[in-house]
Every structure is written in C-alpha cells, then in structure tokens.
C-alpha cells in the first residue's frame, strides 16, 4: 500500500507565528478540552496547518514530539520591545507608519476604534500600521497612503506576529504624549471646518 506523503512544517521560533495562529494558540488555552489529546490535534492544526485528516495518519509518539516543540516556542520569550520597523510581508516590503504624531484622523479613528479590541482586531490594527514602502533612502522611508479595505485587511491575517506586537507595544507606550497631540490636532480640524462653514454661511452658500 502506498501512503501520501503529508509535508508538516514545524515553527522554531517566534518568527515563524502570524497573526492568525497566534489569535487561534490563544483560543485554543482558553477553551475547555476534556482531554490533553483533543487539546494537542488542535495546536498541531493550528500551528502547523495540517487538517485533523491529514494529522490522524500520524502516530501518537510523533504527534507527542510535535507538541513537545510546539510548546517550546509558544513558551519562550518573544521579544516584543524591540520595534520592527521594516518587514517582508507577502513578497513585498512594508514600513511602519514613520511619524505616528502626524497620521491622519482616519488613521487615528480607526486605531482607537480597532484597539477596542485589540486581540481579535489585530491584523486590522496591522493593515493600518504596516504599509507597502514607496520610497526609502537609507532610515528614511514613506509608505502608501492608508485606505481602508475590509477584503485587505483580511489578508494581514498571514502578518508576523513578532512586528505586530512589537509595534502595538510601541503604540501603546507612546501614551498620553500622542493622544495629546492627537486630540489638538482634532481640534484644530474641527476649528478648521467651523470657520469654513462660518464663511459658507456670509456668502450665502447653503443656506435654503
């Protein structure tokens, strides 16, 4: 009898986890199994994308190895202090957003509004904070304009999530120095429309 070959690619470090199977690992520990095994099919499939189909053909003693390297990476460090602000993604390189002060009010909105959530909303979060770079020299860089895309922001799932938690830690610590900023700038955006619609009003324009 002849056996398919099944190819299962093991993770060896954090680099190696995107968002999708970090949200899922995360699932996975909270949810109740009445035993360690169905515990252990699901991290396999998981983590190392095979069906449970493919999985069952494996034996008990190479499932147990399997975990057993699993749980060694998912149990070290991550690194997530260090910002990375450069990344390969999809065949193409993409930046973190270069001035985090002076990103647009949609940007800031839907930050706030996805980080209400931040666990599930992830590759969202990623979508806005990691952009194809256009230009670069040296440090320096630009990336794409930001517009928003549901069909997109689906494909972030994929995203590593080592950059992804290191740039929301970088978010996060930034703190009440850049909601300040932000909340001025805000302002000055709604300042800026009142007087437009005040000058509206003298001309005449609008007014029924």
Known sequence: MKYEEIE???PTSWNDITIRMYQQFVNINKK???NEEEKAVDLVCTLCNVT???LSRFSYKDLKYIVERLYKVMESK???ETLIKKVEFQGIKHGLIPNFSAISLGEFIDIENHC???HNNLHKLMYIMYR?????RGERYSIKEYMPDQFKEEDYLDFPILAALSSLTFFFNL???LKLALLKYSKREV????IKLKKLRRSGVGIM
């Open 52 to 54: 449970r189909d493919e």
């Open 132 to 136: 194809p770079i256009i230009k670069e």
């Open 78 to 80: 991550m690194d997530k």
């Open 175 to 177: 703190g009440k120095q």
């Open 32 to 34: 109740k199994y009445s």
């Open 191 to 194: 300042d800026r429309k009142i």
């Open 8 to 10: 299962l690619v093991i």
């Open 116 to 118: 209400q959530d931040a």
